[in-house]
Every structure is written in structure tokens, then in C-alpha cells.
């Protein structure tokens, strides 16, 4: 095959996948010693023979977990949406990074087009913001750009040790304990605030906490409400912290990584983010439920327009960034955690030039339905219980089983879903107890599919409690 070619060929492969994506299992499962064997991983190298590789492409898809299946449903996302999929393949041959105007021009005002766009959507008249790679980097900054404000000597002197102290609801994303790591905060000073029997910050408690904190002679910082958990999907009310933020002077973060798509359908804005546009800053994700592909995130600041940059720049740019002149302003890397930016914008900018505002409204409240008929079906299965109230888009549920091994049969009952490519589901624990976390954001599944999901999981429950009681697998 000649380069030439190369492309016809990549693109009748892409095209068959794409085709066949959603039909037979997810899932050709193979433990990692058979599927070594499989993929004979030490064939010879260095042929430059496009062959070859397309071999590679092949023995890639057909033991990859089809994340565009219906029965994938255990992460935020699933497969990614077409004109995003475009996106990534008009950026890889178009190949460049998003830090300077010079070397990405258009995409830099994509960037910033879409930036305003949000920045319009979510009430933040003023304010900034940047992609940035994913909400654990954007609750990073967030977090940073509170802690500079706070303690403004710390940029050049360091951290001052115990003095700031930080607040996020009990099950907050990991991403707020790595941020307090890596800004050197110390993992004492980030207090997970009890939640109610919803999964919601305790606003009383926060209160409680937030006082005693003042009394030592230290200062509450930053308090981050998240709008949809991980594990149960609640989202912390705004509106009664704000009160609190006018008591004690806080930055308030709001990670929407997950449940902040809501942002983008005013009904669902009206019942989940009430306050939203009060916030100081705001990250959402578009590689969840809005389906862009990995990675494309958002992260939005309500403090004027030089807190990125006053926050984040440091040291020597001169060799790239050209503030000098006119195109050196629109620079995005100043103001960015990384020098080497991926062109996420074009990603984001063709779903919405493609879908519209009102497109992704409807796929995040169709995602919403599907999630309350999820929960209509688990209630005709006596076999399943819900193990936490539904606040939104997640279904937390498990197999009933004697309490002493109620994990061990769920854990063994979701990998025997796996490894028959049945279905991928997630779980967790919650108060040291396994559930199962049904999560619906792929576009193509309907009513059909989620009832064939739970009498699929019911079969294969059955059958392991018969194995069980019969004692023949432990
Ligand atoms: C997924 C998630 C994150 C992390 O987001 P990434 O974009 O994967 O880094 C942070 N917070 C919450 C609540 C999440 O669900």
C-alpha cells in the first residue's frame, strides 16, 4: 500500500466500526494473559508497511470495549458524538497547539467564541475562562486562583502552612484531595462537609465548621459546591452559601464536571442551579453527558478578566508568546497549566455549531427521562433494591443478598456481566457498601435498552445465586 492510499484505507475501517459499533457484545473479553497471546505483541517492527499497521488498527478495534454499545454504562461518557469525532480528526492532521495566535489562529477564536458563548449561558458577565484538559485540572485552578487571592505572597513565598483552609461536600471527586496535594495546602485543610440523606452538603454543618475555622484565626477560602456528585449525582444548593461567602469572604467553586450540562436547558438550570451565576467559578465537562470526545472541558471564572493569568503565569514565555503585539494578546497559553495545548475547541465548536444549544438541551433531558424510567424498571425487579434516593442522573442500586456477603455477590455479579460482554457497569461503595451505578450517556439508548439491562442483570443474578447456594463458584 502506498501513503496515498493510506486514508481510503483508514477511513473504510473507521466506517465498518462505526457501523457495527452498537450490535453484538461490547465486549470480546480475553484475561490479559490470552489476550497477549492474541495480539502478539512482539511481531516484528520497523517494516514501515502500512499493512501492517492497519493490522495493528484491526486487532485494536476488535478487542476494545465498544464505549458507543447501549449496555456501556458505567462511565460519565460513552462514545463520542460524530461532528466531535471530526473535530479530533481535522485536529490530528492539522496538528499544532492552542498556547500562542501564531500557531493556532483559528482555533484560538474558537476557543474564545465558545468561552463567551458559555460565559453568556452561565451569567458570568465579565468573567473568564479556557479549556482546560478535564475537571480535575479545572478544580485545580480553581482552587489555586482562591489560594492566590487569599495569601498573595504565596505565588513567590511559598505556602503558609494551616492558614487557609478549603470545604467540599463529603463526596466530592478525588480531583479537590490531589489539588489540595499539589497546591500544598495540606490534605487537613480540605474538610469534606457531612452530607444530608440526599447526598447534599450539609449546609448547617459548613456553617458550624466555617466559624470555628474563623475563631482559630484562620481563613475559609474556598468552599466548592459540587452540581452532581459521582456516586449518587446530588447536587449541593448554591443559593444557601451565599450568605455564607458574604459572612466569611470565600471563593465559591462550583464542579459541574458532571451535572453541570444541566447549565445548557433552562428548565433543568432552574431546578439544579439555582444561584449558578453568583459563583466565582464554574467547570463543566463536555466529554460526559454532552458526548465530545476526549478530552473537552470548560472552566469559567467570575473575577474580571486578569484572574487566570495573574494567577497562572510565571516565569520566562518570551520565546513564544508574542504579548508584544496585537495577535500575542488573544495568546491562551499565558494563562494555561500546560505549554503544548490540544486543539479542544474545534471538538466543542462543531457539536454546537451542529447540534445548537437546543440539541444538547434535549439530549441532556432525554439522558433525565431515561435515568426516572431506569428507576421505574428497577422497581419491578423484587430482586434489586435502590440504595440511594435518585437526585438526577445517576441509579445507584444492588442484587439482594444476605448483608455479611452482599459486596462479594455484587462485585462477582458485575464482573461476570463484564467478562461476557453482557453489560459494563459501574460501582462504588458507599458507607463501606457496594452498589451499582447505572449511568445513561449514550444517544443511542432507549427505553428497550434499559429494560433488556435490568432483565439481563436479573438473569445473570440468578443464575450466580443459583451457583452459590449450590456451592459450585465462590
Ligand atoms: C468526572 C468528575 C471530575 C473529574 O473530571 P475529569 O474531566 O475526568 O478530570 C471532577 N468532579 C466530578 C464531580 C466528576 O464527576
Known sequence: MEENEVFSQLFAIVEQYYREQRSGTFLDYHNPEELTNLLQLDDPEGKENWENLFGWVDKYLRYAVKTNH????????????????????????????????????????????????????????????????????????????ARNLYDPAVKEEGVSRGKLVAYVNADAHYSMDRAANILGLGLK???????????????????????????????????????????????????????????????????????????????????????????????????????????????????GENMLRSSLAAGDGSYLFRDDGEDGLLDLGPSSLQCGRRVDSLK??????????????????????????????????????????????????????PEAEANRFNLALRTRLYQRGISMIGCAYVEGRLLLRLLITNVSVDEGHVERFFADLVGAGRALAAEWMAGTSA
Request: proline share 4%.
Open 70 to 145: 447501549p449496555s456501556f454504562v458505567n462511565r460519565m461518557w460513552s462514545g463520542a458524538s460524530l461532528p466531535t469525532v471530526i473535530g479530533e480528526i481535522v485536529t490530528a492532521i492539522s496538528n499544532t497547539s492552542a498556547c500562542t495566535y501564531e500557531s493556532a489562529p483559528v482555533s484560538t477564536l474558537f476557543e474564545n467564541y465558545m468561552i463567551d458563548r458559555m460565559l453568556d449561558i452561565v451569567g458570568f458577565t465579565g468573567g473568564q475562562g479556557q479549556m482546560t484538559t478535564g475537571s480535575s485540572n479545572a478544580n485545580m485552578i480553581a482552587m489555586m486562583c
Open 189 to 303: 485543610q480540605l474538610v469534606r462537609v457531612p452530607v444530608d440523606h440526599r447526598g447534599r452538603m450539609d449546609v448547617d454543618i459548613l456553617a458550624q465548621r466555617l466559624a470555628e475555622t474563623e475563631a482559630q484565626g484562620r481563613q475559609p477560602f474556598f468552599v466548592a459546591a459540587t452540581a452532581g456528585t459521582t456516586v449518587r449525582g446530588a447536587f449541593d444548593p448554591i443559593e444557601p452559601l451565599l450568605p455564607l461567602r458574604a459572612r466569611y469572604g470565600f471563593w465559591l467553586h462550583v464542579d459541574g464536571a458532571w451535572g453541570g450540562a444541566t447549565v445548557l436547558s433552562e428548565t433543568l438550570r432552574r431546578r439544579y442551579l439555582p444561584g449558578l451565576e453568583k459563583a466565582d467559578s464554574f467547570t463543566m465537562d463536555f466529554h460526559k453527558m454532552l458526548g465530545s470526545s476526549l478530552i473537552c472541558n470548560i472552566l469559567m471564572l467570575n473575577r
Open 348 to 401: 466543542w465548536f462543531l457539536d454546537w455549531k451542529f447540534y445548537g444549544r437546543a440539541g444538547l438541551a434535549a439530549r441532556i433531558e432525554r439522558f433525565l427521562e431515561l435515568c426516572g424510567y431506569a428507576e421505574q424498571c428497577l422497581g419491578r425487579h423484587p430482586e434489586l433494591e435502590q440504595m440511594a434516593p435518585r437526585e438526577s442522573f445517576n441509579l445507584c442500586f444492588r442484587y439482594r443478598w
